[in-house]
């Protein structure tokens, strides 16, 4: 369990149930009255973000989560196949489950996946992953206005905007978090 002392951004706790990651956190000690903590916390499992209230010296329960590193072997079928790196048990995940996060998806890729109750409830992908353009329109010779961008579609079906000079064939780093390109990979 942990105390309204102990709390700090990106600490994970569970309240009713289900596991929230504190986004934000706030001590207020009012000139009548004890003090408090503020706190906005987003469910790890939903998404939403709630405000949340507790009185200085409250407990809330630590969750029951463990991360694991795996490996994306392939899809097929509509499911998204993974493996874990340590017992080799496969995991299953649907593209609903994954989310955007699909779309950086390769072979071989190593991911963390997040389990809450021995349940898979969110994956994390590299940072920055390098894909192979597989379609993507020739630049126009002479239009090579700053900072002109047009669209790729990588192997793993993400689109994305990248520079004129960017050919089918060419390997990319791809930043995960924004969807940018980052340059070429020789």
Known sequence: MYSTSEFRKGLKIEIAGEPFIM?????????????????????????????????????????DLEEREMQFLYEAGGEFHFMD??????????????GDRKDFLKENILIKALFY??????????????????????????????GATK?????SGAVVQVPLFVEEGDVLRIDTRTREYITRVK
């Open 23 to 63: 986004v934000d956190f706030q001590h207020v000690k009012p000139g009548k009255g004890g003090a408090f903590v503020r706190t906005r916390l987003k469910s790890l499992i939903t998404g939403n973000v709630i405000d949340q209230t507790f009185r200085s010296g409250d407990r809330v329960d630590k969750p």
């Open 117 to 146: 109750n021995k349940r898979p409830i969110d994956i994390e992908v590299p940072m920055f992953v390098e894909l192979k353009v597989i379609k993507s329109d020739p630049g126009i010779r002479g239009d090579t206005a700053t």
């Open 151 to 155: 669209p790729a579609t990588l192997e």
């Open 85 to 98: 790196t340590q017992s080799f048990d496969q995991l299953f995940l649907t593209p609903d489950q994954l």
